[in-house]
C-alpha cells in the first residue's frame, strides 16, 4: 500500500528540522555568465543552449542544499517559455531533485474539467496509458498545485490519482500576490470571504485523504503577506498543510510563519525562489560570493532561512517535539 503523502512531507520536515522549500524558478538574465558561456559555446544562442544552462544552474543548486531543505519547487512557466528544450529541462530538473532524497512539488496551477483534469492528473502525479495497457510515469512529482476555483468536478480525478498512487496536491486559496484580494476577498451575502468558502471546500476534500500523522494530502496555498488571513484560514483547515509562498521579496518574514501553523509545529511549508536562487546578487551574500560561487551563497540564504524561520517558531512555543 502507498504511503500518505502529508505522512511522508512531514517526515522529510522532521528530518531537516526545516519547514522550508527552494523554489526553483530560473531566469536566464539572472544565470551568471560562466555558466551561460559554456552553454552557448556548446549549443549556440538557441533554446538549446538556454536549457543548458539551466540545468547546469538547477543541479549546482540542488547539490548545495539538499541536505537542508525537505523540498524544492520548479515553477513550470520558467522552463515553458523555452518550448520543448524547456521541458526537457524541467523534466531533468524533477529527476535529478528526487535522486537528491527531495519532494518535489510541480508549481504548475493545473485544471479543467472531467477527462482533462484527468489527463494533468496522471501526467504529472500518476501515469499515463501507452500501447496494448503499458503505462509509463510522465513527470512523476510528489506534489503538484492545483487551481480549486473550477469546483469539485475539476479536483475529483486529482483525489483519485492522489489516494492511488500516494501523491498530494496544493490548491490556491488565498495567494500572495497584491491583488489577490480583487476576488479571493470578495465576500458573500452571508459575509464569508471567497477565501474562507474555498479553504472550507479544500479542508471537505482532503478528508479521506489523511494521513497516519493526522494531516492530509490535500493542502493549500496561503501566501505569507497575508498572515492575519492565515489565522483565520488555519482555523478552518487545520488538517491541511499550506504551501506559504511570499517570504522574502515578497514581504513575507519569519516571524509571520507562525501564524500559519497549527500549535503542533506543522501544516505549513514556507517557499523562498529569487531569495534564494540568486542570493549572490543580494545583500549580503554578494559582498561574500562571486558569481562562480553563487550555488554557495544559495546555500547560505536557504541556512539563513531556515534559522529565520525556526527561530520565529520556537519563539511562538510552535515548535514540533524533538527539534
Known sequence: MVRNLADRLLDA??????????????VLGKIPEHIKNRAKRCYGNTAEGAADAIRDFNT??????????????????HYERFGPEGVKAYKYTIDYAKKAGLIVIADVKRNDIGKTSKAYAEAYLGETELFDGVKTSSFDVDITTVNGYLGTDGIKPFLEVCKE???????????SN???GEFQDRK???????S???????????????GERDYSSVGAVVGATYPTDALRLVAIMPKAIKLIPGYGDQGGRGEDIPNFLNDDGYGGIVNNSSGINFAYQKEPYKNEFKPTDFHKASRKSAIDMRDDIVGAMKKAGKLPDGW
Do not use: C, H
Open 13 to 26: 520536515i522532521d528530518e531537516k528540522k526545516n519547514p522550508s522549500v527552494v523554489g526553483l524558478d530560473p
Open 60 to 77: 549546482l543548486i540542488i547539490d548545495e542544499i539538499a541536505d537542508i531543505v525537505p523540498a524544492v519547487k520548479p515553477q513550470s512557466a
Open 165 to 175: 498512487f500516494g501523491k498530494g496536491i496544493f490548491i490556491l486559496d488565498k495567494t
Open 178 to 180: 497584491p491583488s489577490s
Open 188 to 194: 458573500f451575502e452571508s459575509g464569508e470571504a471567497l
Open 196 to 210: 474562507d468558502a474555498m479553504a472550507r471546500k479544500i479542508d471537505e476534500w482532503g478528508k479521506e485523504l489523511i
